[in-house]
T-cell receptor, first 116, second 114 residues
């Protein structure tokens, strides 16, 4: 089946530093990847949609200069949280779609970011 | 525009009892509907989905859901709850293909009472 991985699973960083989170589709080519943010005991909020080789489309209210998304290949998308602050602490989840013949997104296991 | 409403942020059922998690949606186009399960500190796993065709959809782990257009509902059920069903459940809708942007409900935490 389709597997999506994220790395790292957990990261703790100091305020002001930047953190990169990777999302990989391991056994299929993902034409589209999505990045979500989940606050404690809350639902998932879509941050942005990225298509391979083009700029990401950000949802309203999401700072594109703070949350840099790159989708350089059909199997890898990265989310970089720049100049992280404690309020950026959250659970970040990616999903990938585009598996041939299917219309389903496959979700990664998530990355827990804690900014001190 | 689309939206999803999950009634009941917390649901508790006894082991062996019926599980019913409610989901109502709003969509301007025929929707694709999904149920996902999330275990603590993990990502989302697809339970089942409705795209077209048969309105009763069977998923993994004994779950099923029925698409009722007249009621704009897609409630999730399981005849007999198991302890391992304890998790967070999310209903989601997309405008057409599941490869499009998903709009999630606020989730329902299911607790199983031994």
């Amino acid at each position: 089946g389709a597997v999506v991985s994220q790395h790292p699973s957990r990261v703790i960083c100091k305020s002001g530093t930047s953190v990169k989170i990777e999302c990989r589709s391991l056994d299929f080519q993902a034409t589209t990847m999505f990045w979500y943010r989940q606050f404690p005991k809350k639902s998932l909020m879509l941050m942005a949609t990225s298509n391979e080789g083009s700029k990401a489309t950000y949802e309203q209210g999401v700072e594109k200069d703070k949350f840099l998304i790159n989708h350089a290949s059909l199997t890898l998308s990265t989310l970089t949280v720049t100049s992280a602050h404690p309020e950026d602490s959250s659970f970040y989840i990616c999903s990938a779609g585009g598996l041939a013949g299917e219309d389903t997104q496959y979700f990664g296991p998530g990355t827990r970011l804690t900014v001190l | 525009a689309q939206s999803v409403t999950q009634l009941g942020s917390h649901v508790s059922v006894s082991e062996g009892a019926l599980v019913l998690l409610r989901c109502n949606y709003s969509s301007s186009v025929p929707p694709y509907l999904f149920w996902y399960v999330q275990y603590p500190n993990q990502g989302l796993q697809l339970l089942l989905k409705y795209t077209t065709g048969a309105t009763l959809v069977k998923g993994i782990n004994g779950f099923e859901a029925e698409f009722k257009k007249s009621e704009t509902s897609f409630h999730l059920t399981k005849p007999s709850a198991h302890m391992s069903d304890a998790a967070e459940y999310f209903c989601a809708v997309s405008p057409n293909f599941g490869n499009e942007k998903l709009t999630f409900g606020t989730g329902t935490r299911l607790t199983i009472i031994p």
